[in-house]
């Protein structure tokens, strides 16, 4: 296999997702029936890590990779007394005012920029949530990015990744240009990133035939 230049690799993510409509049709890649049942999960996911005291505060969370806002609207808004967002995709940020409307005005920032330079506010956030955007990264930048996402949350604070899980070795997508992992690699990132895994659960109601998903719920870990 040819020899991966991540400078190459976020340009061409970049100029894909560039093209894509912003719609919830386009941020779930034409999949817009998924919409329902991963916000349902991920409602669930929260209520469980507020129940087990994993999740304490309701301040302040922020959405990586969130495009138009989907899950700023559905899931973080309703939860969260401030969201802010951060996507690499300047029309996405532009465009997700006008897709959150009334509730827009508790997103405090958007920023526009790719989460391998992305660096959380020290302490801010009670929540951050990464999902469908981490199989951007490469191998180094995604333990980079978590380690800085270790400094972002407060110390009560968790992290969590929901992501696409491949059942074999590692898949590239050529078109968006992304990485699909199987679980064994992520769990080694976030090892290597210093995050303990406190809760692992799968996404239900999916349609057969897709990559399994699965949430993560990230602390960092008891041995650093
Ligand atoms: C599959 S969409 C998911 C959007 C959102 N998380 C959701 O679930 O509705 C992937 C998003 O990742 C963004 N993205 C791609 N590469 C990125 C990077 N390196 N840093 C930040 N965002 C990125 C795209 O612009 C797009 O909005």
């Known amino acids: 296999m ?37 916000i349902n999960d991920s409602k669930k996911f929260i209520a469980y890590l507020r129940k087990s005291k994993l999740l304490i505060g309701n301040e302040v969370a922020v959405d990586c990779g969130a495009g138009i806002g989907r899950v700023t609207k559905h899931l973080l808004l309703p939860a969260f007394k401030i969201v802010d967002m951060v996507d690499v995709t300047e029309s996405f940020i532009e465009n997700s005012a006008k897709y ?85 690699e992520v769990l080694s990132l976030f090892e290597q990133a210093g995050l303990d895994v406190v809760v692992n659960r799968k996404q239900h109601n999916f349609p057969q035939g897709m990559y399994e998903v699965r949430m993560f719920a990230l602390k960092p870990s008891k041995n650093n």
């Not at 191998?139 to 972002?152: A, L, M, N, S, T």
Request: charged letters at 30%.
């Open 100 to 184: 959150i409307g009334e509730l827009n005005n508790r997103v405090e920032n958007k920023f526009v920029q790719g989460l391998q330079d992305f660096t959380p506010m020290e302490g801010r956030y009670d929540l951050i949530w990464i999902q469908w955007v981490a199989g951007h990264l490469t191998d180094e930048d995604f333990i980079q990015f978590f380690q800085r996402c270790i400094k972002g949350i407060k110390s009560q604070g968790c992290i969590v990744l929901k992501e696409n899980i491949a059942s074999g070795k590692r898949d590239f997508d050529a078109i968006d240009n992304s990485w699909t992992r199987p679980e064994s």
């Open 2 to 38: 040819a020899a991966i230049v991540p400078e190459k690799v976020y340009e061409k993510a970049e100029e894909y997702w560039a093209t894509q409509a912003s719609d919830v049709d386009g941020m779930l890649g034409g999949f817009e029936k998924l919409h329902i049942p991963d």
